[in-house]
C-alpha cells in the first residue's frame, strides 16, 4: 500500500539556492497512460536551476516541482498502461516532479535499467540522452567520420555527448574550463579538449580538422559567432542554452556562403509524440552500448533530498564533472 503523502523539494519563491525547502504534498495520480514510480535517484539539471529563478515555468499540466528525469520501481500503472507493471524498475523522463518521493512518468517515455547500472547511474540517463539524441543525432544528423565540437564538455550533456558521438563514429572535439576537464573529455572520446580559458578553440579545431560538421552548443553570448568560424562547409549548429546569454551581434555572410544550418530545441516542451521517438531510439541504438558498458554516465556526487539547495549551489559552481544526484 502506498502512503498517501510524500516529502518534495518546494520553492517559495523565485532566487537562489536557499529558496527551496524540503515539503509535504500527496502522491501524484496517474493519468491512463501514467506509471507511478517510487522515486530511488532523481537527476539534477541545468533547467532546474532556471525554473528556481523563475524563468523557466512548466508547461501546462506539469508538476511545478523541480526535476525531469528520475530512477525507481513502479508502485501503481494507469488504466490504459500496457508496457509496464507495478514492480519494474525504470528510468524516466519526466516533466516535472522529481525532486520528490514520488512521480509520474507517461509509460512510454520509461526506460528498462541498463544491465549493470545502479539507480543513481540509470537517474542520470534520461534527460542527457534524450536531449542528445535529439538534438546531435536527429536534428543535426551526425554521421560517421564527421567532426564534432561539444562546448561543455564535462557537463552532464557533455560527457554524454562525447561518448555518444564517438561509439557511432565521429571525431570528437570538447571546450572545457580546467586542464583538468579537459583531460576528462579526452578520456571519455575526445580527440582533443580545449581549455576555453587559454585556448582559442576556433584556432584549435581549424587546425586539427576541416572544420567541425556539427557542433553542440550551451554557451551561446560570444560563442554564437565562433562557431560560425569554427564550422566546415555544410555544418550544423544546434543551440540548447544560453549560459552567455541569447544575444550576439553575428556576421551572417558565412553562414550563406558555408551553406550553414543553425537550429536548437528544447525538450520539456516537446509533444510526448516526439519524445516517445526518441525513447524508441534510445532504446533500440544506444541502450546496448549502456548494456554492454561501450558507454557509462559520470557521476560527480549525490545529495540527499533535502540538500536540493547545496547540489544548486554545486551546479552554479561549475566545479563538477559529470552529473548530479538526488537520492531519498
Known amino acids: 500500500m502506498n502512503p498517501s503523502t510524500m516529502k518534495c523539494i518546494e520553492i517559495t519563491t523565485p532566487g537562489g539556492p536557499e529558496v527551496m525547502s524540503l515539503g509535504e504534498r500527496p502522491l501524484p495520480e496517474c493519468g491512463p497512460d501514467e506509471v507511478l514510480i517510487k522515486i530511488a535517484a ?12 523563475g524563468a523557466y515555468p512548466p ?10 528525469e528520475a530512477a525507481g520501481e513502479i508502485v501503481a500503472i494507469g488504466s490504459a498502461v500496457s508496457e509496464w507493471a507495478v514492480g519494474d524498475k525504470v528510468c524516466a523522463l519526466l516533466n516535472g ?20 547500472l545502479s539507480m543513481v547511474e540509470a ?10 539524441w535529439h538534438n546531435v543525432f536527429e536534428r543535426a544528423a551526425l554521421q560517421p567520420g564527421e567532426t564534432f565540437l561539444v562546448h561543455g564538455g ?8 562525447i561518448q555518444l558521438a564517438k561509439a557511432f563514429g565521429a ?26 580559458h587559454t585556448e582559442d578553440f576556433v584556432k584549435g579545431i581549424k587546425s586539427n580538422t576541416k572544420g567541425a560538421n556539427v557542433i553542440l552548443d550551451m554557451i551561446g553570448g560570444d560563442y554564437i559567432q565562433k562557431n560560425i568560424k569554427a564550422t566546415a562547409p555544410k555544418a550544423r549548429i544546434v543551440s540548447i542554452a544560453f549560459l552567455r ?34 525513447a524508441t531510439g534510445l532504446k ?25 539547495s547545496k547540489a544548486h549551489q554545486l551546479m552554479e559552481s561549475n566545479a563538477h564533472i559529470g552529473k548530479i544526484i538526488l537520492i531519498p
Not at 59 to 68: F, T
Open 284 to 308: 533500440e541504438q544506444v541502450w546496448p552500448l549502456l548494456d554492454d558498458g561501450t558507454i557509462k554516465p559520470v557521476i560527480h556526487s549525490e545529495f540527499k533530498l533535502d540538500e536540493a
Open 42 to 53: 532523481a537527476g539534477v539539471n541545468r533547467p532546474d536551476v532556471i525554473q528556481r529563478k
Open 154 to 161: 564535462t557537463s552532464g550533456i557533455g560527457t554524454t555527448a
Open 59 to 68: 508547461p501546462p499540466g506539469a508538476s511545478d516541482l523541480l526535476g525531469l
Open 171 to 196: 571525431r570528437v572535439f570538447a571546450t572545457a574550463g580546467s586542464d583538468e576537464k579537459c583531460r576528462v573529455c579526452e578520456e571519455l572520446g575526445a580527440e582533443k579538449a580545449f581549455n576555453y
Open 123 to 132: 537517474a542520470a540517463l534520461p534527460e542527457t540522452f534524450f536531449t542528445v
Open 245 to 278: 546569454g541569447s544575444k550576439a551581434e553575428v556576421d551572417f555572410g558565412a553562414v550563406m556562403l558555408k551553406q550553414l544550418v543553425l537550429t536548437g530545441s528544447t525538450l520539456r516542451s516537446q509533444p510526448i509524440e516526439n519524445k516517445i521517438r526518441i
Open 97 to 116: 516532479g522529481g525532486y520528490a518521493d514520488y512521480a509520474v512518468a507517461h509509460q512510454s517515455v520509461c526506460l528498462p535499467i541498463p544491465k549493470g
